[in-house]
């Protein structure tokens, strides 16, 4: 049927779907490993594709890339396929690929995807750390200073320099900002060393991504698939995690406010999603609460993906209206608290005991309920689960080579741009202050005191090049002007970095106010 996607089956007969004005509502897909969450996933993705909506998705076993490529019924479970595809009566069932743009934040199976160290924001940054609360208040100063003296902080190199500063002058921040000890800031620093010796660095720094990227549909309609290559960043868990949860707050905030669209904007798994809240403080989890509450407004619809349900907080779990549940082993005794917790969260079906057939179905088998066009959750159904039209497994070096070759956004983020920011500034201060040391012992103080200096700082750049834009009134387009950063959908929302909005504010005037880093520092102020 038009407007919804279908999912299988029912015990019943009835005919499972999900609604995709409903989609933005978030989901489930839970169950124990080997039971076809993956493909059920991978279904359900290239069927939001083909109703022209976009798709992120992580991949971190490195099977999902065959998504971008047709099945084939020479594959060694094409018969089992068919076979479903038969039994539930789907007589147009053929092979099929999929629009994929392939992505990795190491830049080795697919496009690189950065963002800089003002946009992370200091909150994201002391979890991804392991900073404790001193520490973590320790690198807010740091922020705050960078902030207030137009210090851009792009990567690991601008922080480690502002932190270098901030350790040889830690009396002079306490003076103004509050206690800074150097051990404290040695401590960062030497967190810092340790993750990006795990590869983080390649996160930061520039070009960064542009979330309109992620929008895109082609020339036939589809929605394009954005697959993450994750095999390798799970190693960091994280920083997968981390990243994701910063990519829904970028999504958040760069996103205008489109409240229940017909079909979502954009459909986001998360895979692995016990990673988001292993550990996380109680802080942090209540702004995860808050951005899954409030991207339902921006049109996105965030499907967790997890072995068990329990998983979940229950304050995220209660917003997830659409379930899809595979089986789970009672093998222990959490495994059985799982198991009644799953059973109590569906609409009751009288005649389908729930709690007893979570360990009984077969793979490819899933218990459904989703949001009815009101809103209502349907009574919970044993479902056969449609099969798949892409390819069950990944693609070769080979072939993901060519669909790199033929990316839209081929060229756009491959290459690294380095351009002055906090490092630079600062070896040019410390570079001034030499030479002016130098310049006073031999010509006295009150002659080198009425110099100009040697080098402009960021503010006098900004001023020399932004006074005429930010007569416009309009902090966004400020920020472009200055820092050369192509805007976003909404550049006055999203904010090119905290320095950034710093600079843009003071030229453009009080009128539009400070950017905001990202959502959940926004909600942290």
């Known amino acids: 049927m038009a407007g919804d996607i279908y999912l299988g089956l029912g015990g019943d007969g009835s005919r499972q779907a999900l609604a995709l004005s409903r989609s933005n509502r978030h989901g489930l897909i839970a169950g124990a490993t080997g039971t076809g969450k993956t493909v059920t996933l991978q279904g359900i993705a290239e069927s939001f594709s083909a109703a022209g909506v976009p798709v992120f998705v992580a991949d971190v076993k490195g099977d999902l890339s065959g998504i971008a ?10 018969a089992s396929l068919e076979a479903r595809a038969k039994e539930l ?18 830049g080795k199976q697919g496009h690189p995807i950065r963002t800089t160290i003002s946009e992370m924001g200091p909150l994201l940054l002391a979890r991804l750390l392991d900073l404790n609360e001193t520490q973590e208040g320790v690198l807010q100063i740091i922020f705050r200073h960078a902030d207030e003296n137009g210090l851009l902080l ?8 502002v932190l270098q500063w901030a350790s040889e002058n830690a009396a002079e921040l306490s003076g103004k900002y509050g206690n800074v000890t150097r051990p404290s800031v040695g401590a960062i620093q030497r967190q810092l060393l340790s993750f990006e010796a795990q590869g983080a660095g390649n996160f930061f720094g520039e070009p960064a991504l542009e979330i309109d990227d992620f929008l895109q549909v082609d020339e036939q309609g589809r929605g394009y698939i954005n697959v993450l290559a994750a095999d390798q960043l799970m190693r960091s868990p994280k920083l997968y995690a981390t990243f994701l949860l910063w990519l829904l707050a970028e999504l958040f905030e760069s996103l205008p406010e489109v409240g229940d669209p017909e079909k979502p904007k954009l459909v986001f798994f998360f895979d692995e999603a ?10 942090l989890m209540d702004k995860i609460e808050q951005v899954v509450r409030l991207i339902r407004s921006k049109g996105v619809g965030v499907f967790f993906v997890t072995q068990n349900p329990i ?10 209206g659409n379930r899809v549940q595979h089986a789970l082993r009672a093998f222990t005794p959490r495994d059985q608290r799982a198991i009644r917790a799953a059973a109590e969260t569906f609409r009751v079906n009288p005649d389908l005991d729930v709690e007893t ?15 009815d066009e009101k809103g209502a959750p349907t009574i919970v159904q044993r479902t056969l689960i449609k099969p798949p039209r892409s390819r069950l497994g990944p693609v070769t070096p080979k072939e993901r080579a060519i669909i790199q070759s033929v990316s839209p956004l081929d060229g756009k983020y491959d290459t690294l741009v380095d351009r002055e920011s906090a490092e630079e500034v600062i070896a040019a ?8 040391a130098a310049e006073v012992e031999e010509r006295g103080e009150a002659d ?10 960021l503010w006098g750049k900004a001023m020399s090049r932004g006074a005429k834009v930010a007569m416009g009134g309009a902090a966004g387009m400020a920020a472009s002007k200055i820092l050369g950063k192509k805007s976003r959908s909404n550049p006055v929302a999203s904010g090119v970095t905290s320095a950034a909005g710093s600079i843009a504010t003071d030229l453009a005037g009080p009128i539009v106010g400070r950017f905001v880093r990202n959502l959940i520092g926004g909600l942290m102020r």
Not at 69 to 78: L, Q
Not at 98 to 103: K, S
Not at 311 to 320: M, T
């Open 69 to 78: 490529m047709p099945g084939s019924s020479t594959f060694k479970h094409a």
């Open 89 to 106: 009566g789907i007589s147009d069932y053929s092979y099929a690929d999929n629009p994929v743009i392939f992505w990795d934040l190491f």
């Open 154 to 161: 792009l990567n690991f190199a601008d922080l480690q320099a």
């Open 274 to 283: 016990h990673l988001l809240f292993d550990d996380a403080p109680k802080a």
């Open 311 to 320: 998983d979940i907080p229950e304050k995220v779990a209660g917003q997830l």
């Open 357 to 371: 057939a979570i360990t009984e179905l077969k793979v490819g088998e899933a218990l459904v309920s989703t949001l």
């Open 429 to 436: 201060k410390a570079a001034d202050a030499a030479a002016t």
């Open 448 to 457: 080198v005191r009425g110099q100009p200096r040697k080098s402009p700082n």
